[in-house]
């Protein structure tokens, strides 16, 4: 039984879930349902504190197969299963779990207990969790935070859930208008007062006075008040505070940094946004629902697609471009950048109402990674055969041909493919337990550390374990992944041997001495660069990224302004979107501001219409009608779909919207024709650097 798709949160649901709506388990919550099965997830508590449980379901009829992904599961007669598993939980614990029950004939749920509770009664609300007040709480730290303001702040009443605070501000020259920032040790979940204009989120927020209310003479003291809701966690000290940019008390210094909570970048261009990077956000995560497959959610919002690969391996996980192919590599890539993004520019997608949408979007990728490993030292890193599935053109809906499943083992390793969906799990951990998912961040952990030993202690080209060179071949070799994955890893958990791992991996693979020439699916040197430099706050690791922005403001530019490289010449946009990325988190880290914010700016702009057309599908003037895409090149179902619509002349019947396609040649021509793919390929690769950029940039513009 392979480990699993989904969160821990939704992995009990398994546990007592099947009920199918009957009245047994009001508490059961159906994701979607299908004629020979259901996903759904079951919500409940625990009335024990347990060190391991036991779950025992029994259904008045005989199941096919029954997927729990966080647990063990056996059965002796595919009616009454037992499901192990071995973490601990306190008495009260709301629970969720997770499960995919699959039949030839409806089957109910007719009893359900863990260690003798009976787990299946009850009316617990059955929506999916929300962002709004998660229980949160600091990752282990071998240095625990320092409370470094206490000197200046005044904390009065509390209760339980929201906290009075006072800070203590002499200014020593007269000030005309002031801006007081305030980084937390933690995260909080609102922040309010009636003296100041309140931006910002999580661990950082910005209080500026009021338009009528910024004078401030010399010497007299001001007492800015303000009233935090910490979510019932206790109110967190603070890192440090600045006031109008001088520093009122500041963080003491460490090698390394102890929590994994990031701030927002201070950056704020001198002018206003020129387009409107919240829609393209809601746009680009559109992109990635229209890109899934498995069982989809009620909560679906493409109406043109429909489950898909309900017979594969593994549910779930995205097709990788216009095809339906899931490759993990490319996958597990654009995750880690997506993951990066959502820790970095938190408030970027919360300004766009798009963190929720985020959260999914990973989650659908995070929870198909832990399924796909099926044992400590197995991992499935492909489902569908590129050729067969390349050799036809249709709706995923409609596939008929075999979908095989390719694995990498101890004795046929693939070092890059392990590595890489350990980068994808342990910085979507990050995401999570900042968004207050701490068990399913564990989870995630759990899994990145054990398929880094695998890429690690098993070393090897995926491409010798399944058949891929011809589509996603690792040019540049597994050295770059294995200090990527080491990287995160030790982002993630902040522990010091991990953190001395990751150095002395940067080290034997000598990245040091790597001159990156891109930021790709293939090549994370740069990448690693500055994910160390956040990780330790070294100047030899800022010295490498700099190194790389510098060649970033090196490279040719088209007549119009398009960043270019050797391999521009096909999907020109995703190299120009992956540089912009990378731009936009040097910006981040204070490196270079000035110039990569206007770099990233620059391009992306570009993109969304600064030529005169828009290479954003459904969005801006003069967008791409016929992106190189199966899908949306299909009319309606029932109508056939076949090499016919490749070939059509017509536009899409169906807008993907928030695509990011292959875009110009080196002279700013584009051609909107699906036959000329190396222009309007869409691929999720694409979409990721473009995507962070722009989450960047909506961070920036305050």
């Not at 935070?145 to 009075?164: H, L, R």
């Not at 995160?488 to 034997?508: G, Q």
């Not at 990780?535 to 490279?555: M, Q, R, V, W």
Request: hydrophobic share 35%.
């Amino acid at each position: 039984m392979g480990q699993s798709t989904v969160p821990i949160l939704a992995a009990l649901a398994l546990l007592i879930g099947c009920a199918y709506g009957g009245p047994a388990c009001e508490n059961l919550q159906f994701n979607s349902e299908w004629g020979e099965g259901y996903d759904a997830i079951l919500n409940f508590a625990l009335d024990h504190s347990t060190s391991g449980w036991v779950i025992t379901l029994t259904f008045d009829k005989a199941l096919t197969t029954l997927e729990c992904w966080q647990g063990t599961v056996s059965t002796s007669d595919n009616k009454v299963f037992t499901i192990t598993w071995d973490m601990d939980y306190e008495d009260g614990r709301q629970i969720s779990l997770h499960f995919l029950a699959r039949f030839s004939s409806k089957a109910n749920l007719i009893a359900a207990d863990v260690d003798g509770q009976n787990v299946c009664v009850g009316g617990v609300t059955t929506s999916r969790p929300t962002t709004a007040k998660p229980t949160t709480s600091m990752p282990e730290t071998t240095t625990p935070p320092q409370d470094n303001c206490k000197n200046i702040v005044d904390e009065g009443s509390d209760d339980g859930t929201t906290a009075d605070v006072s800070i203590s501000i002499t200014p020593t020259m007269d000030v005309e208008s002031w801006t007081v920032r305030l980084n937390f040790l933690s995260s909080v979940f609102a922040l309010s007062t009636p003296m100041a204009e309140v931006t910002g989120g999580g661990s950082t927020w910005t209080l500026t006075n009021k338009g009528f209310d910024g004078s401030l003479p010399a010497g007299e003291t001001f007492i800015l008040s303000f009233n935090v809701d910490h979510g019932g966690n206790g109110l967190p000290g603070f890192d440090s505070i600045y006031f109008n940019d001088l520093a009122l008390c500041e963080p003491i210094t460490t090698e390394a940094q102890t929590t994994t909570e990031s701030t927002d970048s201070g950056y704020t261009p001198d002018h206003p946004a020129k387009y409107n990077y919240a829609e393209v956000l809601e746009k680009t995560l559109l992109f990635y629902e229209a890109q899934r497959s498995g069982p989809l959610p009620a909560s679906n919002r493409v109406p043109w697609r429909d489950n898909s690969g309900m017979s594969d391996e593994v549910l779930g996980g995205y097709h990788d471009a216009g095809d339906h192919v899931k490759f993990g590599f490319p996958m597990a890539a654009f995750t880690t950048v997506l993951a990066w993004s959502g820790i970095n520019f938190r408030s970027g997608y919360d300004k766009a109402g798009q963190l929720d949408y985020l959260y999914e979007c990973l989650k659908w990728s995070t929870d198909y990674f832990i399924g796909c490993h099926t044992s400590d030292y197995e991992f499935i890193g492909q489902i569908g055969d590129g050729y067969a599935d390349h050799a036809f053109w249709g709706r995923p809906e409609d596939m008929t041909m075999a979908r095989p499943s390719f694995r990498i083992t101890a004795s046929a390793p693939g070092s890059e493919l392990a590595g890489e969906t350990a980068a994808a799990l342990a910085s979507s951990s990050i995401f999570f337990r900042n968004m207050g998912y701490a068990d399913y961040a564990d989870e995630c952990l759990q899994h990145a550390r054990k398929l880094f030993e695998f890429a690690d202690k098993y070393r090897g080209d995926y491409t010798d374990a399944i058949p891929v060179s011809d589509f996603y071949n690792d040019f540049g070799g597994y050295n770059d992944e294995l200090a990527w994955a080491a990287a995160w890893v030790a982002m993630a958990s902040r522990d010091s041997a991990d953190i001395a791992k990751a150095e002395d991996m940067y080290n034997e693979v000598s990245m040091g001495t790597a001159s990156p020439g891109e930021v790709s699916w293939d090549d994370k040197s740069a990448m690693v660069f500055l994910v160390m430099y956040e990780l330790t706050g070294k100047a030899e690791y800022k010295a490498k990224a700099e190194e790389f922005a510098n060649y970033i403001n090196s490279c040719e530019r088209t007549g119009k302004g398009l960043i270019w490289i050797p391999s521009s010449q096909w999907g020109s946009l995703r190299y120009a979107a992956n540089f912009a990325m990378y731009a936009t988190q040097l910006v981040k880290n204070d490196i270079m501001a000035d110039d990569m914010f206007k770099f990233a700016e620059s391009q992306v702009n570009y993109v969304l219409g600064d030529t005169g057309r828009s290479y954003l599908v459904g969005f801006g003037s003069n967008p791409p009608l016929k992106a190189h895409h199966r899908a949306a090149s299909c009319p309606d179902r029932p109508a056939p779909c076949d090499w016919a619509n490749k070939d059509s002349p017509n536009p899409n019947p169906q807008i993907i919207y928030g695509a990011l396609v292959g875009g110009p040649d080196r002279g700013d021509n584009y051609v909107d024709d699906r036959n000329r793919f190396e222009m309007t390929e869409v691929a999720d690769d694409y979409n990721a650097g473009f995507q962070a950029a722009a989450a960047g940039l909506n961070t920036f513009f305050k």
